[in-house]
């Protein structure tokens, strides 16, 4: 049995990965942490865990995390970096939903997220937490820098276009257009998220440039193994949970003669968690809630020069805690479904 820690217990994306290893067969959660909450019971504040976990929030320093195999950092940014040296060096994996082992390059890193990175030595071993693309170097990593929740998605939806320097669509011209749920902006109080400001209201921000846009651009540029432009716009709308990425690619007459459904549906055909949908479906965001799953329809609107891509997945599952699971069931040898077979939840 696999002992795993949590940092950050108290979060949206550390309750939801509290959640899903309650039922995981080969992982126990050992330790929680939560500074505001330390010596309170998990299911006190989460009654919807009463009697699948049966522990207490720690403080950090209480937590006797080097005791454990894995510890997941379900933290803001910053925080994994200062701590991540030490748990490896006591033979512990690291498993980072933020951003701090996402980018490789600690000058871009300090330009989007407004602070010095404390460990660039690491950032070379890190590997990035996205299995569709990194599978295997995951089930070798001991530090795994999870894929953000756009990013999934935007990557997931371009990538059988761009792989392998394919030259079928203008990769210089790519749009990707997104809606998050406000659990993506977690749980910690702040005024735009307030249900009198989101609810009802459709707004989009980072439009100047929001710190996903280097991450996904990474990771299309790694896969394309040539430049790519994006322009990334999310927007925030009144629901709880989910994503919906709309994206656009232009077709060059040496893609114009392709069958773009049967690429998507031969290129995810044996990703357990990537559903590629029937020729004309338009993916919702609820047929996805609280699963790992990923849905993607292609579209090619009047057959004509535009491709339209959409993927859905929740942002709090397939965009954090979901993905983060099957990057430990990878970096543990456990058969990468466990604990993730999960029917999604309707209404
Ligand atoms: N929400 C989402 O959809 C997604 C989030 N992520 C990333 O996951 C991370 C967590 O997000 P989310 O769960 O939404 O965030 P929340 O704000 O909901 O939770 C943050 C958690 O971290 C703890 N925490 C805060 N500061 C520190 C610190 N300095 N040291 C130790 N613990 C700390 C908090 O508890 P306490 O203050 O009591 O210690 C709390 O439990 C973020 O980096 C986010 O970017 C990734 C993908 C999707
Ligand atoms: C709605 C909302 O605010 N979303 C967050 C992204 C979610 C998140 O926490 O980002 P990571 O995936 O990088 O961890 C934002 O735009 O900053």
Same mark, same amino acid.
């Given at each position: 049995?696999?002992? !795993?820690?949590? @940092?950050?217990?108290?979060?949206?994306?550390?309750?939801?990965?509290?959640?899903?290893?309650?039922?995981?067969?080969?992982?126990?959660?050992?330790? @929680?942490?939560?500074?505001?909450?330390?010596?309170?019971?998990?299911?006190?504040?989460?009654?919807?865990?009463?009697?699948?976990?049966?522990?207490?929030?720690?403080?950090?320093?209480?937590?006797?995390?080097?005791?454990?195999?894995?510890? =997941?950092?379900?933290?803001?940014?910053?925080?994994?970096?200062?701590?991540?040296?030490?748990?490896?060096?006591?033979?512990?994996?690291?498993?980072?939903?933020?951003?701090?082992?996402?980018?490789?390059?600690? $000058?871009?890193?300090?330009?989007?997220? *407004?602070?010095?990175?404390?460990?660039?030595?690491?950032?070379?071993?890190?590997?990035?937490? =996205?299995?569709?693309?990194?599978?295997?170097?995951?089930?070798?990593?001991?530090? @795994?820098?999870?894929?953000?929740?756009?990013?999934?998605? %935007?990557?997931?939806?371009? /990538?059988? /276009?761009?792989?392998?320097?394919?030259?079928?669509?203008?990769?210089?011209?790519?749009?990707?257009?997104?809606?998050?749920?406000?659990?993506?902006?977690?749980?910690?109080?702040? @005024?735009?998220?307030?249900? *009198?400001?989101?609810?009802?209201?459709?707004? *989009?921000?980072? !439009?100047?440039?929001?710190?996903?846009?280097?991450?996904?651009?990474?990771?299309?540029?790694?896969?394309?193994?040539?430049?790519?432009?994006?322009?990334?716009?999310?927007?925030?709308?009144?629901?709880?949970?989910?994503?919906?990425?709309?994206?656009?690619?232009?077709?060059?007459?040496?893609?114009?003669?392709?069958?773009?459904?049967? !690429?998507?549906?031969?290129? =995810?055909?044996?990703?357990?968690?990537?559903?590629?949908?029937?020729?004309?479906?338009?993916?919702?965001?609820?047929?996805?809630?609280?699963?790992?799953?990923?849905?993607? *329809? %292609?579209?090619?609107?009047?057959?004509?020069?535009?491709?339209?891509? /959409?993927?859905?997945?929740?942002?709090? $599952?397939?965009?954090?805690?979901?993905?983060?699971?099957?990057?430990?069931?990878?970096?543990?040898?456990?058969?990468?479904?466990?604990?993730?077979?999960? $029917?999604?939840?309707?209404?």
């Amino acid at each position: 049995m696999i002992k !795993v820690g949590i @940092v950050g217990g108290t979060g949206y994306t550390g309750v939801e990965l509290l959640r899903l290893l309650s039922r995981h067969e080969g992982a126990k959660v050992t330790a @929680v942490t939560s500074r505001k909450e330390a010596g309170m019971p998990v299911a006190d504040m989460y009654p919807s865990l009463r009697g699948w976990i049966d522990i207490s929030f720690s403080t950090p320093e209480d937590a006797n995390l080097k005791e454990c195999d894995v510890v =997941f950092f379900a933290t803001p940014h910053g925080v994994a970096m200062a701590q991540a040296r030490e748990l490896l060096d006591a033979g512990v994996k690291v498993i980072d939903l933020a951003a701090d082992f996402r980018l490789k390059d600690p $000058v871009e890193f300090q330009k989007w997220y *407004a602070m010095e990175h404390s460990c660039t030595d690491l950032l070379t071993e890190a590997v990035y937490g =996205f299995p569709e693309v990194n599978r295997e170097a995951i089930k070798q990593a001991r530090l @795994v820098g999870m894929a953000g929740c756009y990013p999934t998605s %935007v990557q997931l939806g371009f /990538l059988p /276009l761009l792989e392998g320097g394919k030259q079928w669509i203008d990769a210089s011209t790519l749009i990707a257009d997104c809606k998050s749920g406000v659990s993506g902006a977690g749980r910690k109080a702040e @005024v735009h998220t307030l249900l *009198a400001e989101a609810g009802d209201n459709f707004k *989009a921000y980072g !439009v100047k440039g929001h710190r996903h846009l280097p991450e996904i651009t990474q990771g299309l540029v790694a896969v394309h193994g040539k430049p790519v432009g994006l322009t990334f716009v999310p927007h925030l709308v009144p629901m709880i949970r989910g994503i919906h990425s709309t994206l656009y690619a232009r077709i060059l007459p040496e893609g114009r003669d392709v069958d773009y459904q049967k !690429v998507f549906e031969e290129r =995810f055909a044996h990703e357990p968690f990537v559903d590629v949908m029937p020729a004309g479906s338009t993916p919702e965001t609820r047929s996805v809630r609280g699963s790992n799953i990923a849905r993607i *329809a %292609v579209h090619r609107p009047g057959n004509g020069d535009l491709l339209v891509i /959409l993927v859905v997945e929740d942002n709090l $599952v397939k965009g954090a805690s979901g993905q983060a699971v099957q990057v430990m069931n990878l970096m543990f040898g456990l058969p990468e479904r466990q604990g993730l077979d999960i $029917v999604p939840l309707l209404p």
